[in-house]
């Protein structure tokens, strides 16, 4: 029987090409036919196939040496195709891998110098690799970059949002003004500190309540219908309403309310903030107060007297009524500034704005204008007697004497009255008529009413002219003194003169001096003409001094208010003294009882530096004013002067008779001189002479006179 199997040889040589086949298999299907290794392996084994060929074609058996250069060369040529075929596209790969892309760009595609073979290797697969890779890096890196943007902006947002809500949740807190938040049911769901402070409710009190609560119940239902019907069409309101507080007190405050609409533009809130405007609401009527009334006297002011009389003529023309305007000013006041100083003045001015006040009905305005003006409007009057009533009331209300800090202050008024609608259909007229005939009040001796009548306003140009004319006499030296003689009682010897003013006007003649008198005192140059009197009488003493050689004879000179309150009168008498050379004794200064009251004080004080010094006083026109009888215990005075109203009829009149003796007693007991004027006949002298009176002058004995013609007259020296 044959044996078939195969030897040992055979099958060891069969076992190494199942092997080889396996492992070539094994390496194709790990590599791949185009694998690069397999490409690198199966070139060296071809070189070395060829190395050896070669050295066997030339019949050379390579030693050692041959096998390390064979082996150092089959090296060498793997190192150069493994670089040529990988290692130079590895490196590039490298350096591909090194080279970052710029940020937000995309990384450019990776691309190998060498022709790509018909079946992609793993270079090729690499270098896809690296791209996809590459790429996925890109956009995740782009991807997470946008979100960290994304998430920096919503931080940022966030963060402004937070500060927004922590700046409102400040504001809300620390505002001053109060805050209330409601739902769209309008129940309060937040108020601030603010509030609390302002209403006295804590947030747990009203929380939950509507706003009406607070409401005092003053506000008018059509302002609450406003507010409503804003807030739903335009979506705010703001106003004045008022409130309660907890405590009951009542307050106006502002109030701005917003809605907040929600997505759905429905109202979801009502946002209301308001303020106390009790201090705003206290200045505003201060301020109107002292925009329409005075400030010293609380009175109705110039403006607010316009606006009343306007709406007075308005009112008085629909309901055919008559109105009556009284314009009142008071006589003498700036002499009463000018000697107790403007504080005592505006006191006075207060009291009698008091009294015009309690003098009139509720309904009547009692204006002030200014200064010592003062302005009466009387409503529904019925006619001239009842408004001739309530000014003769006035006028005598303010006759009386006012105590100011222990001061007896007494002030008349002259009182101009004109009628609604005879003596003027508009206010302006209507004031117009009523100053006239206050003017003329003024002119005709003060202390009286006048109504307006046409004549007047020609009366007041006149008076207007005649005051431009009285500057114009004293600097064009119009005015001239004349001297009527005052005789001794007993002796008839000559023993004074008394200096009377007298004004040639170059185009009327000689001017009575009850006309021009009275307004030079209200016009304020009495002043001036007095101390140009005073000067020229002392002057005059002088050239008759010279001419006689007789230094007793006296001038008496009459002194006017403004002239004794002046702060100089009494170093001009000085100076006039020491030029003319004059004796003190041989100047009498003559002064009116009303005159004196006005500040008996300083008159007292006053007329006692000029008794020190020597010159005579008299109390002129004695009996006729409102003097104290015990007040001539106290005057420095040396003389009283009978008033000819007293003196007239003396021979007749028991009554004039017997104030006539009452007075000479009175004045003997004192140790004063009685001088008497107005004697015009011979039963009066007589009369005069029995009750022992000292000086008689009047047109019996001789009638004023200028200088020169004096000087011829027989009684003269």
């Not at 208010?561 to 702060?567: K, N, R, T, V």
């Not at 215990?633 to 028991?654: M, N, Q, W, Y």
Request: glycine fraction near 6%; charge should be neutral.
């Amino acid at each position: 029987m044959s044996d078939d199997r195969p030897d040992g040889d055979e099958r060891a040589a069969t076992g190494r090409r199942s092997r080889a086949v396996a492992v070539k298999a094994c390496l194709q299907r790990s590599l791949g036919p185009a694998s690069v290794v397999w490409r690198l392996v199966l070139a060296a084994v071809l070189w070395s196939a060829l190395v050896a060929a070669a050295l066997a074609w030339w019949g050379v058996q390579p030693p050692l040496l041959t096998h390390v250069l064979h082996t150092v060369l089959v090296a060498a040529g793997v190192v150069a195709l493994f670089y040529a075929g990988v290692g130079r596209h590895l490196w590039r790969i490298a350096r591909h891998l090194r080279t970052p892309s710029a940020p937000g760009q995309a990384p450019a595609a990776l691309r190998l110098r060498r022709r790509e073979p018909w079946r992609p290797d793993e270079l090729s697969h690499l270098v896809t690799a690296i791209g996809q890779m590459q790429q996925a890096q890109w956009q995740a890196a782009e991807t997470a970059r946008e979100r960290a943007h994304e998430l920096e902006r919503e931080l940022a947002q966030r963060q402004r949002i937070e500060s927004r809500l922590h700046v409102m949740a400040t504001v809300f807190e620390s505002s001053r003004e109060a805050i209330v938040i409601a739902d769209h049911a309008n129940r309060i769901i937040a108020v601030n500190e603010a509030f609390t402070r302002l209403t006295g409710y804590t947030p747990a009190e009203v929380l939950g309540r509507n706003p009406r609560m607070l409401s005092a119940g003053m506000t008018p239902s059509e302002v609450y219908q406003a507010m409503w019907r804003d807030l739903g069409a335009h979506g705010c309101w703001q106003g004045e309403i008022w409130d309660r507080r907890k405590d009951g007190s009542i307050y106006p405050k502002w109030l701005s309310i917003n809605t907040v609409r929600g997505p759905t533009g429905r109202i979801s809130h009502y946002v209301a903030i308001f303020s106390d405007i009790s201090e705003r609401k206290e200045a505003e009527e201060k301020i109107y107060h002292l925009a329409h009334h005075d400030s010293l006297t609380g009175l109705a002011n110039r403006m607010s007297l316009s606006l009343e009389l306007n709406v007075a003529v308005r009112q008085a023309a629909h309901n055919r009524q008559r109105l009556a305007l009284m314009f009142i000013d008071l006589d003498r006041f700036k002499e009463i500034n000018d000697v107790h100083g403007h504080d005592v003045g505006d006191r006075l001015l207060v009291a009698i704005a008091a009294r015009l006040r309690e003098a009139v009905r509720h309904g009547d305005t009692v204006a002030r204008l200014g200064g010592d003006e003062f302005v009466i409007l009387l409503r529904q009057v019925h006619g001239r007697d009842s408004a001739q009533q309530v000014a003769e009331k006035v006028r005598q209300a303010l006759e009386q004497p006012c105590d100011i800090d222990g001061l007896t202050l007494r002030t008349t008024a002259s009182i101009g009255l004109a009628l609604y609608p005879q003596d003027g259909e508009s206010a302006e007229q209507l004031m117009k008529s009523a100053d006239t005939a206050m003017y003329h009040a003024k002119a005709v001796g003060r202390n009286n009413l006048q109504f307006y009548t046409l004549g007047l306003e020609q009366a007041l140009l006149e008076r207007v002219q005649l005051v431009a004319d009285l500057r114009h006499a004293l600097v064009a030296e119009q005015f001239v003194l004349h001297y009527q003689p005052q005789f001794d009682a007993a002796t008839g010897r000559l023993d004074a003169v008394e200096a009377l003013l007298r004004w040639r006007h170059p185009a009327q003649g000689w001017v009575a001096p009850g006309r021009f008198i009275p307004v030079a005192e209200q016009s304020g140059l009495i002043g001036d003409i007095g101390a140009w009197v005073l000067g020229q009488a002392c002057r005059q003493w002088r050239q008759w001094y010279e001419q006689t050689g007789r230094p007793d004879l006296r001038v008496a000179v009459n002194l006017s208010a403004a002239q004794l309150a002046s702060d100089g009168f009494i170093e001009q008498v000085d100076h006039l003294l020491r030029w003319h050379g004059m004796p003190p004794e041989c100047l009498e200064l003559e002064i009116t009882e009303s005159m004196l009251m006005e500040d008996v004080e300083q008159n007292v004080e006053r007329l006692g530096a000029l008794r020190e010094r020597g010159v005579k006083l008299a109390i002129d026109d004695f009996g006729t004013g409102y003097s104290s009888l015990s007040y001539l215990r106290v005057l420095p005075i040396d003389a009283l002067k009978l008033d000819r109203s007293f003196v007239h009829g003396v021979e007749t009149d028991a009554g004039n008779a017997a104030i006539c003796k009452s007075i000479i007693a009175l004045a003997h007991n004192l140790g004063l001189h009685v001088v008497a004027e107005g004697v015009e006949t011979e039963a009066q002298r007589a009369f005069l002479l029995s009750q022992g009176c000292d000086r008689l002058q009047g047109y019996l004995l001789a009638r004023p006179m200028p200088p020169a013609e004096l000087r011829q007259h027989a009684a003269f020296p």
